[in-house]
């Protein structure tokens, strides 16, 4: 059986992070079934068998592989009759990297505070500091979402491109 890492809230029904969520997308398209293994950003321990301090984490029998990209390469190499990723389209490559460079970081600002305050009490400390210095320099998690509904129709402009799309077709990669 497959097995994912997946960072969880307090309620560790709740899992929210966008590179595992990758992963889980690229597993349901190749229609592989999959154990979820609940992660937290400080219990990094249970990760350390795989030489990474982030999730995402797979493992496959004896295969232990990290990083959503390099999974979902190892599942097309390793399930080629399974549905194909076609990782190498171009627009696939167009929206992992839109994805991580823009939407990732404008959506972190709309729910930045909802995450926070989902996670457990140690989590929380570890969130605030992290994100307060790494994605927001020095500002705090409440200054971040300040507004956010005044900053919704930019936000849903940048999603146009998306929406159009999916009018037209049920999936960006068609
Ligand atoms: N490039 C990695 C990024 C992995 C990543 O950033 N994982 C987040 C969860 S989605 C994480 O583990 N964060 C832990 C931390 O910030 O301490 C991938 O594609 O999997």
New binding site residues.
Partial sequence: MLKLYD?AAANVNIRF???????KMALAHKKLAVKFLP?H?TE?KEIEFSGK????IHIDGENII??????AKYLENEYPNSTSLKLMNGEVIFIKFWT?SILHSELLKFIALDIHNSLSPKDKI??RI?REKINFAGQTLEEVVLNREKRLPHFQKLLSSLRKTLNQQNFVAG
């Fill in positions: 960072l992070r966008p590179y595992c969520f990758r992963v992660g950003f990094k301090n982030k999730f995402t990290a990083d959503s990209w390099e999974i991580e570890y969130f992290s």
